[in-house]
């Protein structure tokens, strides 16, 4: 079945013209480029089918698989069943892996928007009292029957 899986998905493309930039996501992205497509491969590196394989899982090998109860409470036991044999918790670490990933993808999306919520701040804030605000200023009229909004001292 996870064979099938990784079939159809490397039928999908996720590509992106540019590499990651990202300071610190290292082994996040799998930015393989495809000079047919001239293209970065922009799967999360775990889960790419195309560019990665599952490592060869040694004979003596343990699941590890850390155990719950009621789905999300954990016991603080872990599998101790063969890895060969465990077919309840197949490829956990890498499902493991990649839910850490994502949530790092997340963290980067919320930080980038954060800064540019600071830039547009930034900017709004040194244009505040500028000439061009005052004289882009629109006043509204709030009484039709006045035409002229001058002081009566002014006119």
């Not at 063969?82 to 197949?90: G, T």
Request: proline share 5%; glycine share 4%.
């Amino acid at each position: 079945m996870e064979r099938c899986y990784a079939k159809y998905e490397s039928q999908t493309s996720f590509g992106s013209m540019y590499p990651t930039r990202i300071e610190g996501a290292t082994r996040l992205f799998c930015d393989v480029y495809n000079p047919h497509s001239k293209t970065y491969c922009k799967r999360l590196q775990v889960l790419c089918p195309e560019h990665s394989r599952d490592p060869k899982v040694s004979v003596d090998e343990v699941c590890g698989c850390p155990l719950v109860k009621d789905v999300f409470q954990p016991t603080g036991e872990f599998c101790r069943v063969s890895k060969r044999k465990c077919n309840k918790h197949y490829c956990w670490e890498k499902l493991r892996r990649a839910e850490m990933d994502l949530e790092r993808v997340r963290v980067w999306y919320k930080l980038d928007e954060l800064f540019e919520q600071e830039r547009n701040l930034r900017t709004a804030m040194t244009n505040r009292a500028g000439l061009l605000a005052l004289m882009l200023h629109q006043t509204i009229q709030h009484d039709p029957v006045t035409t002229d909004l001058r002081s009566a001292r002014d006119r």
